[in-house]
């Protein structure tokens, strides 16, 4: 059973450009977790999503930032127009029921530069 | 808001040391506490966790009790191996509001273990 897949491990954009993150979640979780981690700092909780729904978003920052998990294919962490400030790893976790954080696999995560 | 405060890295130990990294943590609620591990290259792996006060964790030779008297969750080994060298990271979940599933967590710390 293959763990979390996050792709593309390593991303680089320019000022103004677009990132499109992904996670596949374990097979058989329908839950999914996405977390930040800036530079020096922990990982700090991001968004929360179900199939084709948003729970919680609480953590997102207002603008540029979305995300989604559709019925099919992998959730998609979206950042509209980078700026050097958004340069920081990106956790996905996936979880087989919610509510369950213990339960939560993560993936490797993908670092995100901004040049 | 809730927090978690653990000592910061890198730490380095010859083999066979004896192993304590602090966590301590401010919750608005009653939390369950966590320690993640992640090896180089690999996603966080869920390493112990205690749902209660006076609960012992243990994994792989690792224990850490739950001390709501001292908000309290260190992490201890009595013997280090070359294999345990990664960063560990305190985490908590708090079980009020009905967002238990989102976990809040420390910085982490770097152990490199040298043979």
């Known amino acids: 059973n293959a763990g979390v897949m996050q792709n593309p491990r390593h991303l680089v954009r320019r000022r103004g450009q677009e990132a499109r993150l992904r996670c596949s979640p374990m097979?058989?979780?329908?839950?999914v977790y996405w977390y930040r981690q800036l530079p020096e700092e922990g990982l700090k909780f991001m968004v929360y999503?179900?199939?084709?729904?948003?729970?919680?978003e609480s953590g997102m920052p207002k603008e540029r930032f979305s995300a989604e998990f559709p019925k099919e294919g992998p959730s998609i962490l979206r950042i509209q127009q980078v700026v050097r400030g958004d340069s920081a790893a990106y956790f996905c976790?996936?979880?087989?029921?919610?509510?369950?954080?213990?339960?939560?696999?993560f993936g490797q995560g993908t670092r995100l530069t901004v040049v | 808001g809730n927090s978690v405060t653990q000592m910061e890295g890198p730490v380095t130990l010859s083999e066979e040391a004896f192993l304590t990294i602090n966590c301590t943590y401010t919750a608005t609620g009653y939390p369950s506490l966590f320690w993640y591990v992640q090896y180089p290259g690999e996603g966080l792996q869920l390493l112990l966790k205690?749902?209660?006060?006076?609960d012992k964790g243990s994994n792989k030779g690792f224990e850490a009790t739950y001390r709501k008297e001292t908000t309290s969750f260190h992490l201890e080994k009595g013997s280090v191996q070359v294999s345990d060298s990664a960063v560990y990271f305190c985490a908590l979940s708090d079980r009020t509001g009905g967002s238990n599933y989102k976990l809040t967590f420390g910085k982490g710390t770097l152990l490199t273990v040298n043979p």
């Open positions: 976790a996936s979880s087989p029921r919610s509510g369950e954080s213990s339960e939560a696999f």
């Open positions: 999503l179900q199939k084709e729904n948003i729970i919680d």
């Open positions: 205690a749902t209660k006060a006076d």
């Open positions: 097979k058989g979780h329908s839950h």
